[in-house]
């Protein structure tokens, strides 16, 4: 892993769960963008946070477990590699109570200007309180 992580619990309520009586996947999806915006909200300087955002184009989850109602998780996220163009890689694990790794994932994120709404190349400066 590169550092620095960022790390987040996560409690399974009742809305989360499908009629398997599992955290649905839409909920897993949510809580891996939910990682993303806090870390960001967290570590981006402030000129950054004003002046871009981030929309997801890709997520590659790994499903090798899951919770049940009242069960946490512990979700660690960090910035893999370096970035293409406007495109940055997170990587997000979800580890249960016990450190198993229940639920892993690759997203692809694009950035851009908030002022044009366009893509803009993300800079090594921008990323770099991620690394």
């Given at each position: 892993m590169s550092a620095p992580t960022?790390?987040?619990?996560?409690?399974?309520?009742?809305?989360?769960?499908?009629?398997?009586?599992?955290?649905?996947n839409a909920v897993w999806v949510q809580w891996i963008q939910d990682m993303a915006t806090a870390h960001w909200e967290a570590a981006a300087r402030p000129a950054d946070r004003e002046a871009f955002f981030w929309?997801?184009?890709?997520?590659?989850?790994?499903?090798?477990?899951?919770?049940?109602?009242?069960?946490?998780?512990?979700?660690?996220?960090w910035i893999e590699?370096?970035?293409?163009?406007?495109?940055?890689?997170?990587?997000?694990?979800?580890?249960?109570?016990?450190?198993?790794?229940?639920?892993s994932a690759t997203t692809t994120w694009a950035m851009l200007e908030r002022a044009t709404q366009r893509l803009a190349r993300v800079r090594p400066d921008v990323l770099a309180p991620f690394t």
């Amino acid at each position: 892993m590169s550092a620095p992580t960022f790390d987040k619990t996560f409690t399974a309520r009742p809305d989360h769960i499908d009629e398997l009586g599992h955290v649905n996947n839409a909920v897993w999806v949510q809580w891996i963008q939910d990682m993303a915006t806090a870390h960001w909200e967290a570590a981006a300087r402030p000129a950054d946070r004003e002046a871009f955002f981030w929309v997801v184009t890709r997520h590659e989850i790994d499903y090798r477990g899951n919770i049940a109602e009242g069960d946490r998780v512990t979700g660690t996220t960090w910035i893999e590699g370096p970035a293409r163009g406007a495109q940055s890689t997170r990587r997000v694990e979800f580890r249960d109570t016990e450190g198993k790794i229940i639920v892993s994932a690759t997203t692809t994120w694009a950035m851009l200007e908030r002022a044009t709404q366009r893509l803009a190349r993300v800079r090594p400066d921008v990323l770099a309180p991620f690394t």
